[in-house]
C-alpha cells in the first residue's frame, strides 16, 4: 500500500470517520434501512476505537497526539455507539442514512479537534461539531426540536463570537496561533484567554451559559440531548484542558476562575434539578451540575506532577463513566411515553430490567461507590485535594455536599420506579441502557484494569511530551 | 495473567458472574435456570480439580493480590491463595455443593419460584469459594457478609410461612453479633500489625497479648458463623428453609466458614486463647448433644447433631497441636460434609415422600418403603456415630485420641461426646427407619426419583469409604499421626453401647422414653427448653436492653437527626425554587446572561488585581 501522506498518515482514525460518513451518505441514496445504515456507521466508529488505541504520540507543531488524548476520544465515541443503538424519533419519515452520515462526520470533527495544537485548527473543527450538531438536534422537525436547535443556534453563534474574539486577541498578544506560546502582552493574553473559557464554557455548559442546555437537552430527541450531553461536553473539556494546560502564564487567573465558576454550575444545576419533575430536564440540570464537578480538574493545574496524572486519569475515568451514564440515561428515556415522574411510578413491576438497569445510571450519576461514576469522581476530587492549596479544599467540600445533595433526586426518581404504584409500561427493548448500566457496574467494581492502564499510558506519554515539546 | 491465577479467580468467579443469569434465563424458562445452576458449580469443581492437580503434580501454590484502592495511597489487598488448606476445602465445598444442587433438580422441581432459588444457591456456593480462597482479610470478610446474606435468603425462601421468614431474621441476627467481633477483630489485626489486611501478614503482630485479643476476636465471628454455643441458637429454626438449603448450609458452606477462619488464622492464636477454643468446643459437643435427645423435628435433630460435630472441629483447633490440628479438624469437617449432606439429602427425600411431616413420631417402618434412601440413611448414621471403618469412626476418634495427651478432661467429655452422638443418631433412625408407620403419610411413602437418589448414593459411597484417604489427607495438610492405639477402643465401645440403648429404647415398641422423661422430670424440661438461652436472648437480652437502647437512638433520630436535615433541606428547596426562575426559554435572555457573567467574571478579576491578590 502507498498511501503515504507523510504526517497525516497518523490520522487513520479520523478518517474513517469521514470516510463512513460519506459512504453512508451514498448508500442513503439507495437505502434509508435503519439497520444497514447503522451497522455501517458501527463499523466504522468501531474501527476507529481500534486504530485510535494503536496510535504512538507525536507533535507536529499544530497536531499533538497523546495518550490521555486519544483514550478520551476513545471515551467520546462510546455514545456514538451507544446512541446508533438506540436512536429513536417520533416523526414518521426519518432518514436515517443521512442522520448516521451527519453524526460519523460530527464524530470526527470531534477526534481533529482533540488532536490539534493550534487554536485555528481547533476553532474550525469546534465549528465543524458545531454545525453538525445544530443540524442533528433538529432532525426529527417536530416543534420542539426546531425550537431546541434555534436556541441552540443562537446562543453558539454568540459564543463562536466570543471564541473568535479570544482567539484574535491570543494573537495579538503571542504572535502566534500555537498553543505553548509565551505572552508578549500580558494583560491582553489574560483578557483573551478569559474570552476562551467564556467561549468554550459554551458547550461545557457550565454556569452562566447553561441556558439553552436545558432547553436544548429537553427539545431534541434523546439520542442527540444524549451526544450533546456526552461526547460533546466531554470533547469541549477537554478542548480546554488542552488549551489552558499550555498556558502556564494563566494558572492564577485559571484556578480562581474555574474555582467560582464550578461552585456556581453544581450548585446551581443540584438545586434547580431539586424542583424539577420533568425527568429529562432534571438529567439535563444534572448534566449541568456534572460540568461542575468536571471543571474542578483545573484547579490541579500549576501542581506537581503527580496530581497532574492523577487528575488525567481521572478525568478519563469520569470521562468513561459519563459517557456511560449520561448517554445510557437519555436514551433510557426512548421507551417512556412521557418524561414525567409520575409516569415512572410503579415500572418494577411491568419492566423489572429496565427499572433496574436505569437505577444503576442514576446512582451512578450520584456517585454510589460500586458504580463507574462514584470511581471517576472519587479520583478527581482525591486528586484535586492533593494539591493541597485552600481553595482546593473550599471546592472539594462544597462538590462532595452537592453530590449528597444530588442524591435526593436522582433517589426520588428511583423511589417512583420501586415503591409507587403505577401501572406504565416500557415500550421496546432497550439495549443501549442495558449495555451502559453492565459497563457501569464491571467499571465500577473492576475499575483498577482502566485505572493502571490508562494511568501507565498517560504517565508515558506526560514523560514523552515533555521531549516532544523540548521542555 | 498465568493460567493457574486466572483459574483461580475463575473458581468463585465463574458462579459469581452466572448468579444474574441463572436467575435471569428462569424469566425465559424456569428449568433452565436449574440446568445452569448446576453447570455453573460444576464448572468450579473441575477449574478446582485442574488447581489441585497444580499443585500435587507441579507444587505450585497460587498466590495473587492486587491493591484495591489503586492510585490513593493506601494498601488495601485483594486477591486469592491456593494453599494446600484452601484447595482441599474449596474441592469439598464445590463437590458437595454440586451434589446438593444436582439433588436440589428434584426437590425443588414443582417450586414456582426455583429460579430465584438456583440463583441464590449459586451465589451462596460461589461466596463460600470466595471465602475460601481470599489471600486478605478483608476480601474474606466480603465473601463471609456474602455467605451470610445468603443464608438470609434461603433460610426465608419460603417467606410467606412466618416462621421462615423469623428464622431467617434471626440467623441473620445472631450471625451478626459474631460478624461484630469479626470486624472488630480486623480492626485491631489492622491496628496491631501496623496496617496490614494480607492474612499472611497477620503474624507482623508483635505480641502475645495483642494476638490473643486478635484471635479471641475472630474466634468471636466463627462462633457465630460456625453455631457454638452461646450462639448456637440459630440453627435449629434455620431448619425452617427448604431441605436442600440445610444440607449446604450444614455440609458445605456456612457453618464450616468459622473453622476455615480458626484454621487460616491458626497461627496468631496463643494458648490462652487456644483454651477458650477448647473450652468452647467441647462445651457445645455436651450441651447440643443433651438437645439432640429431646427434639422430634428430624431436621432439628440433624441440626443439634451439626453443632456438636462442629464441637469436634473447634475442640481439635483447641487442642493447640499446630499443623496436626488443623489436619484434624480439616478432615473431620470434609468427612462430616459427606455424612451430613447425606443425612440431610435423606431427610429432604423422606420429607418429600411424606409431604414434609418433620415430626419423627410420626414416622417408622420406611425402610420397607424407601429401602434406597433409608439404607443410605442408615451409613449415613453409622458414619455420623463413628462406627469402626466408617468415615466419622476415622476423624472423630483421631481427635478423641489426640486429645488425651493434652487435656485429660476434654478427652473425658469428647468421649462422652460419642456416647451422646451415637444415641441421638439412632434415636432419630431407629425411629425412622423400623416399628410400623404411625401415620397416614407414612403408610403411603414411596421411593423419590433417580435425580434425587443419585447424589445420595454417591455421598454414601463417600461416606463409607472416606476414610480410606485419611493418611494422604494428613500428609497434604503437613500432619502424619502415629498408626492405632488402644484408646481408640474407648469412644467405639461407648459409641457401640449408645446404639444399643438406642435400639432397647427406640428400636421396638416400649414407654421407657416416657417413663424417663417423667423420672427426670425438671431435668427434662430444662433440656427440652433449651436451657432457657432463647428465653434469655429474647426477652432479657432484646427485649429489656436493646430496645431500651433502640428507643433513645429513636428519639435521637427523629428528634435531632431528623429535624437537622429537614431544615437544611427546606432551605435548599426555596433557594432551588428561586433559582429557577432563571430559566425562562428566551434566548435573548441567556445572551445577556453570558455578556453579564463576562463582564462580573473581568471585573472580578481586575478587583482582585488591584487588591494584589493576583498580579
Known amino acids: ?471 | 495473567m498465568d493460567l493457574g491465577v486466572l483459574m483461580t479467580y475463575l473458581i468463585f468467579g465463574f458462579p459469581l458472574m452466572l448468579t444474574p443469569i441463572v436467575i435471569g434465563v428462569g424469566y425465559i424458562k424456569k428449568n433452565y435456570s436449574m440446568y445452569l445452576g448446576v453447570i455453573a458449580i460444576f464448572f468450579s469443581f473441575l477449574f478446582t480439580v485442574y488447581i489441585f492437580y497444580n499443585y500435587t503434580v507441579k507444587g505450585i501454590i497460587i498466590q495473587n493480590n492486587f491493591n484495591w484502592f489503586q492510585g490513593s495511597g493506601i494498601y488495601v489487598p485483594l486477591g486469592v491463595i491456593a494453599d494446600n488448606l484452601s484447595i482441599i476445602m474449596s474441592l469439598m465445598v464445590s463437590f458437595v455443593g454440586f451434589l446438593i444442587i444436582l439433588f436440589s433438580v428434584g426437590y425443588m422441581a414443582e417450586d414456582p419460584r426455583r429460579h430465584i432459588f438456583f440463583g441464590e444457591m449459586v451465589l451462596f456456593t460461589a461466596s463460600m469459594l470466595g471465602l475460601v480462597l481470599s489471600s486478605s482479610i478483608l476480601m474474606l470478610f466480603i465473601f463471609w457478609e456474602l455467605v451470610g446474606l445468603c443464608s438470609y435468603l434461603l433460610i426465608g425462601f419460603w417467606y410467606y410461612k412466618p416462621n421462615a421468614a423469623a428464622a431467617a431474621k434471626k440467623a441473620f441476627i445472631v450471625t451478626r453479633v459474631g460478624d461484630v467481633f469479626f470486624i472488630a477483630g480486623i480492626g485491631a489485626a489492622f491496628y496491631y500489625s501496623g496496617g496490614q489486611l494480607l492474612i499472611s501478614g497477620l503474624n507482623a503482630i508483635p505480641y502475645t497479648w495483642e494476638r490473643t485479643i486478635v484471635s479471641l476476636l475472630l474466634f468471636g465471628g466463627a462462633i457465630g458463623k460456625s453455631a457454638q454455643f452461646p450462639l448456637h441458637v440459630w440453627i435449629p429454626d434455620a431448619m425452617e428453609g427448604p431441605t436442600t438449603v440445610s444440607a449446604l448450609i450444614h455440609a458445605a458452606t456456612m457453618v464450616t466458614a468459622g473453622v476455615y477462619l480458626v484454621a487460616r488464622t491458626y497461627s496468631i492464636f496463643t494458648p490462652e486463647s487456644l483454651s477458650v477454643v477448647l473450652f468452647i468446643g467441647v462445651f457445645t459437643i455436651i450441651l447440643s448433644g443433651l438437645l439432640g435427645l429431646v427434639v422430634n423435628d428430624i431436621k432439628r435433630i440433624l441440626a443439634y447433631s451439626t453443632i456438636s460435630q462442629i464441637g469436634y472441629m473447634v475442640s481439635a483447633l483447641g487442642l493447640g497441636l499446630g499443623s496436626a490440628s488443623i489436619a484434624l479438624s480439616i478432615y473431620q469437617l470434609e468427612s462430616h460434609a459427606f455424612f451430613k449432606a447425606l443425612l440431610f439429602l435423606s431427610a429432604g427425600s423422606i420429607l418429600h415422600a411424606l409431604l414434609n411431616v418433620r415430626d419423627v413420631n410420626k414416622m417408622g417402618g420406611l425402610w420397607k418403603k424407601m429401602p434406597v434412601t433409608i439404607t443410605s440413611m442408615f451409613i449415613g448414621a453409622l458414619a455420623l456415630s463413628g462406627f469402626p471403618l466408617t468415615a466419622g469412626y476415622f476423624s472423630k476418634d483421631s481427635i478423641v485420641t489426640a486429645s488425651y495427651n493434652v487435656n485429660l478432661w476434654a478427652w473425658v467429655f469428647l468421649t462422652i461426646g460419642a456416647l451422646l452422638t451415637s444415641l441421638y443418631t439412632f434415636r432419630l433412625f431407629f425411629k425412622i427407619a423400623l416399628g410400623k408407620p404411625r401415620s397416614y403419610a407414612a403408610e403411603h411413602a414411596h421411593e423419590s426419583g433417580i435425580i434425587m437418589l443419585i447424589p445420595i448414593v454417591i455421598l454414601a459411597f463417600f461416606s463409607l469409604i472416606f476414610g480410606v484417604f485419611q493418611g494422604g489427607f494428613y500428609s497434604f495438610l503437613g500432619y502424619h499421626p502415629e498408626s492405632f492405639s488402644v484408646l481408640d477402643l474407648a469412644p467405639v465401645t461407648l459409641m457401640l453401647i449408645g446404639m444399643g440403648i438406642s435400639y432397647w429404647l427406640y428400636g421396638r415398641e416400649s414407654d421407657i422414653p416416657d417413663k424417663i422423661a417423667r423420672a427426670m422430670g425438671f431435668l427434662y424440661k430444662f433440656v427440652k427448653n433449651k436451657f432457657y438461652l432463647d428465653v434469655i436472648y429474647t426477652n432479657v437480652i432484646a427485649e429489656r436492653a436493646v430496645l431500651g437502647l433502640s428507643a433513645v437512638s429513636d428519639a435521637t433520630e427523629r428528634r435531632v437527626i431528623d429535624g437537622f436535615v429537614n431544615t437544611w433541606g427546606e432551605i435548599v428547596r426555596n433557594a432551588g425554587s428561586s433559582l429557577r426562575k432563571l430559566q425562562t426559554g428566551i434566548a435573548r435572555q441567556y445572551v445577556i446572561m453570558i455578556i453579564s457573567g463576562l463582564i462580573l467574571m473581568l471585573l472580578f478579576i481586575r478587583i482582585l488585581m488591584i487588591l494584589g491578590v493576583l498580579h
Open chain 1, 1 to 471: 500500500m502507498s498511501f503515504d501522506l507523510g504526517i497525516y498518515n497518523n490520522f487513520w482514525n479520523i478518517y474513517v470517520l469521514f470516510i463512513g460518513g460519506i459512504i453512508s451518505l451514498f448508500i442513503s441514496l439507495i437505502s434509508e434501512n435503519k439497520v444497514l445504515n447503522f451497522t455501517i456507521g458501527g463499523i466504522f466508529i468501531a474501527l476507529s476505537m481500534v486504530i485510535t488505541l494503536m496510535q504512538n504520540d507525536f507533535n507536529y507543531g499544530f497536531l499533538l497526539s497523546t495518550a490521555f488524548i486519544r483514550l478520551s476520544f476513545v471515551a467520546i465515541l462510546i455514545p456514538g455507539i451507544l446512541l446508533l443503538s438506540g436512536v429513536n424519533f417520533s416523526g414518521k419519515q426519518i432518514k436515517w442514512g443521512l442522520f448516521n452520515s451527519i453524526l460519523l462526520i460530527s464524530l470526527g470533527f470531534m477526534g481533529l479537534a482533540l488532536y490539534s495544537f493550534d487554536l485555528l485548527f481547533i476553532f474550525v473543527a469546534f465549528e465543524g461539531v458545531s454545525v453538525t450538531t445544530y443540524i442533528l438536534t433538529g432532525f426529527g422537525k417536530s416543534d420542539s426540536e426546531i425550537e431546541a436547535a434555534v436556541k441552540y443556534f443562537l446562543v453558539g453563534a454568540f459564543s463562536t463570537a466570543i471564541i473568535v474574539f479570544g482567539i484574535s486577541f491570543y494573537y495579538m498578544s503571542t504572535g502566534t496561533l500555537s498553543l505553548n506560546a509565551k505572552p508578549l502582552l500580558s494583560n491582553l493574553y489574560d483578557l483573551s484567554l478569559i474570552l476562551l473559557v467564556f467561549g468554550f464554557g459554551f458547550k461545557l455548559a457550565i454556569f452562566p451559559l447553561h441556558g439553552w442546555a436545558i432547553d436544548t437537552y429537553t427539545g431534541t430527541s434523546n439520542a442527540v440531548a444524549a451526544l450533546l450531553s456526552a461526547s460533546s461536553k466531554i470533547m469541549t473539556l477537554i478542548i480546554a484542558m488542552d488549551i489552558f494546560y499550555y498556558s502556564p502564564w494563566f494558572y492564577n487567573y485559571l484556578i480562581i476562575i474555574f474555582a467560582i465558576i464550578s461552585v456556581l454550575t453544581m450548585t446551581f444545576g443540584n438545586l434547580v434539578a431539586i424542583w424539577e419533575k420533568n425527568v429529562k430536564r432534571m438529567l439535563a440540570y444534572s448534566s449541568v451540575a456534572q460540568a461542575g464537578y468536571l471543571s474542578t480538574v483545573f484547579l490541579t493545574f500549576g501542581y506537581s506532577e503527580k496530581t497532574l496524572l492523577l487528575a488525567f486519569t481521572s478525568i478519563f475515568l469520569y470521562a468513561i463513566a459519563y459517557v456511560l451514564m449520561k448517554g445510557g440515561a437519555f436514551l433510557a428515556l426512548n421507551g417512556m411515553k412521557d418524561y414525567n415522574l409520575d409516569s415512572f411510578s410503579g415500572i418494577w413491576k411491568s419492566s423489572p430490567a429496565f427499572a433496574f438497569s436505569f437505577s444503576v445510571l442514576l446512582l451512578s450519576l450520584a456517585g454510589f461507590p460500586g458504580t463507574a461514576g462514584f470511581i471517576g469522581k472519587y479520583f478527581l476530587f482525591l486528586s484535586v485535594i492533593s494539591t493541597g492549596s485552600l481553595i482546593s479544599y473550599i471546592v472539594i467540600t462544597i462538590a462532595v455536599l452537592n453530590s449528597v445533595l444530588s442524591f435526593y433526586y436522582y433517589g426520588r426518581v428511583i423511589m417512583y420506579m420501586f415503591w409507587k404504584q403505577g401501572g406504565q409500561e416500557v415500550k421496546g427493548y432497550n439495549i443501549a441502557l442495558h449495555i451502559s448500566a453492565i459497563l457501569t457496574i464491571s467499571i465500577g467494581v473492576l475499575y483498577f484494569f482502566i485505572f493502571n492502564y490508562a494511568y501507565h499510558s498517560i504517565e508515558v506519554s506526560f514523560n514523552s511530551i515533555h521531549f516532544l515539546l523540548g521542555g
